[in-house]
């Protein structure tokens, strides 16, 4: 009896706390209900015009400088669409692929995401993505957005499909301290040659001031990818024979001048530096230049304040050869999850946000470079500096692209795991710009093999 | 007099110069967010570096706490937090009471399971919950991530608290038992008493546990209106965009229930500790 009893007791106040913690909760499971499940929620078909549905839409890089411009889209769109409610669900984007990742391995994806360019072969690996070709082809506006843009897109899946559709374009980037050049009589390098010049002409240890600032950490690997091949003049990642083009003798050749920079021209602490520290030396004027791709002109225009005149966008040097080569694949667009029960309606989302209206109020506020031609023309985008160098540097007809074979499942691995410690030895001094070179062709080409055989 | 003096040129040489340098180590990190917090936007960054906010502003706390949503991200960790340590301090009362004071079939083994379930990884841990709670229409709410949290704090802290009522004499209960007192009546009026150093810890363990957890909440929760004080500060991060003195900010209102617990709960803290470690 006396048991029963200390059980009973004990029994009755886990259900209490239970029952109490379940009560607290009550208000914010009914709120919440709409959240991560409601892309599956809903019964209602799109096949019935007049009733109203709810798609939900995951941000792959929210925060406060750009959740409120997708909010204020999303507004609009509603608007014009009284039956279509978004959803909108913001992700910080150091977790977004790991959000995704969790979401698709429990079978709970939005109606339509953002996505970069580079998670494509993933998700389309994965099987989740819709193909987009058909409602693509019959897409009125189809032929305004940059071809160049969708064949990206089409490029980064295994298949050569169209999983997603870019309404932004980020390219590698040079920024420049425009005063300090016009104090010192210098040109913006167009040459490597110049580049290497200009590094050392405005480094005044004096002073505290570098020429350049390289990105020795977390990150790394991408911009190296992008000046080595805009060095070289190479346009293909691989040759016929399935060789990475990546050890070619010019890139040892940059490598080994690039390095010299470091420590001389360069503040010897680049070796750890990730984006934000980066962008902190170039912002805080302790170096003239930095390669980053327009991503950050948000931050520099924070940092100069009233004299943003101060600072000045210019592509990459052009390459030996004498062409520009710029580095694609980091475009950012929108996919259609094949889960949701809208697609049509996720559709018309898309189709709202890569329109004209659309591209020009969000590239405009986020700073990047539109995909839609008619938006790559206005305006706006002639009297935005940084992005008029970058879309004249793309539209010469000399320019060439190289797609980096970001489709390749270990290819974000390589780079993280594998090169960006690499060439933290190489800055060191404790690896050679050869050894680092080659055994980064020799991944790639082990990751292209397996991805190969995975066909066969 | 000499003697004197070296013993004074010892004690700062060997304790108090080695303290103030770690001191300083651990103070610097949170004295310059402290600094960030209270600094113009533009300052912020600005070279050469400023050590002292001038002019000082509170804009970053305000805008934090109003317009970034700081105000409900608090309240919604703090829920989380409270719940949780609710949940885990009865429930490892009644399983340290239980380990501690009775002996049964299996007690090394489930004591030893409940040390295993802490080699687990959580993000092993995340996709089969996820999962599950899906299924239990539970991701997307606060009471997800509390039964998560307690889940996880509970078999620590239900060793900890077996240390502090093994710590307790049984002849006080069975003195209670003679007044007329039933078992779980005992506990309530003699032992917990006792054991408010003890409560004290589990429940200062819990709560910091509770508040600094991101990935179940990341992951657990999709409406901004629901995020934690973790997931809020991640969401101040863009890929280019950081707003540092908003960051630093929330960063310093996050930190302050820490701060305070820590202040007024050290003792029984490092009290806590000890007793778990010798005798848990």
């Known amino acids: ?456 | 007099m000499n003697h004197k003096l070296e013993k004074y040129c010892s004690l700062f040489l060997y304790r108090y110069l080695p303290l103030t340098l770690l001191l300083l180590f651990i103070m610097v990190p949170f004295y310059w967010t402290l600094n960030t917090s209270l600094k113009l936007e533009g300052d912020i960054t600005k070279m050469p570096i400023e050590y002292w906010p001038a002019p000082a502003t509170f804009d970053n706390f305000i805008m934090s706490w109003n317009n970034v949503g700081f105000s409900l991200f608090f309240r919604n960790s703090m829920f989380i937090a409270l719940s949780t340590v609710l949940i885990v301090l009865v429930l490892s009362i009644l399983a340290g009471y239980a380990i501690s004071r009775f002996s049964f079939k299996g007690k090394n083994a489930f004591m030893l399971l409940l040390l295993c379930t802490q080699f687990v990884p959580g993000a092993m841990l995340l996709i089969p919950l996820f999962m599950q709670f899906k299924a239990m229409q539970l991701t997307g709410t606060h009471l997800g991530l509390i039964i998560t949290y307690s889940a996880f704090q509970l078999p620590f802290n239900a060793i900890l608290m077996s240390g502090f009522i093994r710590g307790i004499p049984e002849a006080l209960e069975e003195a209670a038992e003679v007044d007329g007192c039933n078992r779980l009546q005992a506990i309530f009026h003699v032992i917990l008493p006792i054991l408010i150093p003890g409560l004290v810890a589990t429940s200062v363990f819990t709560f910091i546990g509770a508040w600094n957890e991101f990935l179940f909440a990341l992951m657990f929760i999709t409406k901004k209106s629901l995020f934690t004080l973790p997931v809020g500060l991640s969401y101040m991060q863009g890929e280019f965009d950081i707003n540092y003195g908003a960051l630093a900010a929330g960063s310093v209102i996050a930190l302050v229930p820490v701060v305070i617990l820590f202040s007024y709960v050290q003792k029984y803290l490092v009290q806590g500790l000890g007793a778990g470690a010798v005798k848990g």
Not at chain 1, 242 to 267: C, I, M, R, S, W
Not at chain 1, 284 to 301: D, R, W
């Open chain 1, 1 to 456: 009896m006396m048991h029963m009893r200390q059980y009973t007791g004990a029994i009755l106040a886990i259900v209490l706390i239970l029952a109490l913690a379940l009560t607290g909760c009550g208000s914010n499971k009914t709120e919440s209900q709409g959240g991560s499940n409601s892309g599956n929620s809903g019964n209602h078909s799109d096949n019935s015009p007049g009733k109203p549905v709810t798609i939900t839409f995951w941000d792959e890089n929210s925060g406060p400088q750009r959740t409120p411009h997708y909010e204020e889209l999303i507004k609009r769109f509603e608007a014009a669409h009284p039956n279509i409610k978004v959803e909108y669900v913001g992700l910080p984007a150091s977790s977004a692929k790991q959000k995704y990742d969790v979401a698709i391995a429990s079978d709970d994806m939005p109606d339509i995401g953002g996505i970069n360019q580079f998670w494509i072969s993933d998700f389309v690996a994965k099987g989740v993505l819709l193909d987009l070709e058909d409602y693509y082809s019959s897409w009125s506006e189809k032929d305004k957005i940059a071809a160049s843009a969708i064949d990206g897109s089409r490029s980064s899946a295994p298949d050569g499909k169209l999983y997603q559709i870019p309404n932004t374009s980020n390219y590698s980037t040079l920024w420049y301290r425009a005063d300090w050049f016009e104090d010192a009589g210098i040109g913006v390098p167009q040459t490597f040659d110049e580049f290497f010049a200009t590094a050392d002409a405005l480094t005044d240890s004096a002073k505290d001031r570098y020429g350049f600032t390289i990105r020795g950490g977390s990150g790394s690997s991408k911009q190296l990818t992008e000046i080595l091949y805009a060095y070289s003049g190479i346009t293909d990642y691989f040759d016929q024979d399935g060789k990475a083009t990546v050890n070619d003798p010019a890139h040892v050749e940059f490598l080994n001048q690039y390095v010299q920079l470091y420590g001389t021209n360069t503040p010897t602490s680049d070796v750890t530096n990730g984006y934000k520290e980066m962008v902190a030396v170039f912002d805080t004027g302790i170096a003239a230049m930095l390669q980053h791709n327009l991503g950050s002109y948000g931050e520099h225009t924070k940092a100069f304040g009233a004299n943003a005149a101060e600072f000045k966008a210019s592509p990459l040097p052009k390459s030996q050869q004498g062409y520009r080569v710029i580095t694609g694949g980091d475009n950012v667009g929108l996919a259609i999850f094949k889960s949701s029960k809208h697609k049509d309606a996720a559709w018309k989302f898309l189709t709202f946000l890569a329109s004209e209206e659309s591209q020009n109020y969000w590239n405009q506020n986020i700073g990047q470079m539109p995909t839609h031609i008619d938006s790559l023309n206005s305006d706006w985008v002639k009297s935005s500096q940084h992005i008029l160098a970058l879309s004249e540097a793309i539209a010469d007809p000399a320019t060439k692209v190289l797609i980096p074979p970001i489709y390749l499942p270990d290819y974000s691995s390589i780079q993280l795991n594998v090169l960006e410690p690499g060439f933290q030895s190489v800055l060191l001094g404790k690896v050679s710009p050869q050894d680092f070179l080659d055994e980064w062709a020799q991944a790639m080409e082990a990751a292209l093999a397996e991805y190969q055989n995975s066909f066969e």
